[in-house]
């Protein structure tokens, strides 16, 4: 049996504005901008993709899972970040060399330091 990784579903309190910030922050298209199923992927054809889905809970506590980018300038592209709405987000990880960022809607992701080579 062979499984492919389809997407990510985000919980969000409003999945078109929540999916619209992560298609731009990302750069990715944007395949479905119902109120109900905000669908974005990398290009349309390429999996895996982010679905932003509606809940009536706020988030609360800590992410059980979180994604993680590596980008080419960590320092730009934090500031990016920021200018586009996320904010420093601390979950105990103390100093690292990654910083810890959360969406509008406080998902926490992280960006990584330039890999090595």
């Known amino acids: 049996m062979a499984l492919e990784w389809e997407q990510v579903v985000v919980d969000s309190a409003d999945p078109a504005a929540l999916g619209a910030w992560w298609a731009e ?12 199923e905000y669908e974005i992927r990398p290009e349309p054809d390429r999996l895996p993709g982010l679905i932003f889905v509606p809940v009536p809970e706020a988030k609360s ?15 730009a592209e934090v500031s990016r970040l920021l200018g586009l709405g996320a904010r420093p987000a601390d979950v105990g990880q103390g ?17 990584l330091a330039a890999r090595r080579h």
């Open 95 to 111: 100093e690292q060399p990654w910083v810890t960022l959360a969406d509008p809607e406080g998902n926490e992701f992280c960006v």
């Open 25 to 36: 922050a990302l750069g990715w298209t944007v395949l479905d901008d119902s109120p109900d």
């Open 61 to 75: 506590g800590k992410n059980r899972l979180h994604l993680d980018f590596r980008p080419d300038d960590q320092q």
